[in-house]
């Protein structure tokens, strides 16, 4: 895990195959919260990505170390369940 400090609202996450995942709203605690407009159909609040994914600050990019098609399916719920477990 890279040093989350490096991490500053509006950079841009990015997937190992450096695939735009999303935006940084900001860092809480050991996760990045992504803007509304980058948590696709739940658009009406926040996602997260646990801060063990980043691989590297990059400058602006945020780099996690999973591609982008696998990240997005790595999101989490402001409670910290995976989306895929999220029952609507």
Known sequence: MSDLSQIREHMTII???GVHIG????VEGDRIKMTRADSGSHADHHHYFSGGLVAAVE???VRLSAAGD?????????GGEALADRRE
């Open 15 to 17: 997937g190992a195959d």
């Open 23 to 26: 935006t940084v709203n900001r």
């Open 59 to 61: 400058g602006d990019p």
């Open 70 to 78: 696998a990240a997005v399916l790595l999101e989490e719920e402001e």
